[in-house]
């Protein structure tokens, strides 16, 4: 199945910079790729998501990018705020295959005011 | 409008003891999913519902775990005879299409096995 490695595990900044966090997946064929916010008791929330038709997707302060050559796709998020802080999980799926999503391990995000 | 909800949003149960978790999806959404999640880690996925078939259940850890959704809307997971590594939040997602995309999350089920 497919496997999802994610980085870095924990990401501190200021506020008002940006952050960054990445993720490989291992399987060729995974064509969706979603990100999730999850902030504490509570259930993950879609925050954007990218199918792999296209290789940049932006809305208001965040972004991500995906490289299908490399198997890799970022989130960014440009003038971080504290309300930003969060844990952040990617995932990837096979669409029109098996449905389910395999997730990153997280990244605890802390925008310092 | 309303998004996903899951009752309860905790349990505590005695190993051994039955569990019923509920989903109601968002109105109309076709796919449903459930994950389970360990603590510190990202969720996995259990099992998936297309209206009332369930197409994939392949991520059920044992035959202990049932899952069902009679109706093609409100699903219920139970687990059986519960053991103290059946401990996680339970999630519910739902989607409106028949592809797992845009999939909308609950807030979970904390079951604690004591």
């Known amino acids: 199945g497919e496997n999802v490695e994610q980085h870095p595990s924990t990401l501190s900044v200021q506020e008002g910079d940006s952050a960054v966090i990445k993720c490989t997946y291992s399987d060729s064929a995974s064509n969706y790729f979603p990100w999730y916010k999850q902030e504490l008791g509570k259930g993950p929330q879609l925050i954007i998501d990218?199918?792999?038709?296209?290789g940049e997707k932006k809305d208001q302060r965040i972004a991500v990018t995906l490289n299908k050559t490399a198997k890799h796709f970022s989130l960014h998020i440009t003038e971080t705020q504290p309300e930003d802080s969060a844990v952040y999980f990617c995932?990837?799926?096979?669409?029109?295959?098996?449905?389910?999503?395999?997730f990153g391990t997280g990244t605890r995000l802390t925008v310092i005011p | 409008g309303a998004g996903v909800s899951q009752s309860p949003r905790y349990k505590v149960a005695k190993r051994g003891q039955d569990v019923a978790l509920r989903c109601d999806p968002i109105s109309g959404h076709v796919s449903l999913f459930w994950y389970q999640q360990a603590l510190g880690q990202g969720p996995e996925f259990l099992t998936y519902f297309q209206n009332e078939a369930q197409l994939d259940k392949s991520g059920l850890p044992s035959d202990r775990f049932f899952a069902e959704r009679p109706e093609g809307s409100v699903s219920t997971l139970k687990i059986q005879r519960t053991q103290q590594e059946d401990s996680a939040v339970y999630l519910c997602a739902s989607s409106v299409g028949q592809s797992g995309y845009e999939q909308y999350f609950g807030p979970g089920t904390r079951l604690t096995v004591t």
């Open positions: 990218i199918r792999s038709n296209v």
């Open positions: 995932a990837a799926s096979f669409q029109t295959g098996a449905n389910n999503l395999f």
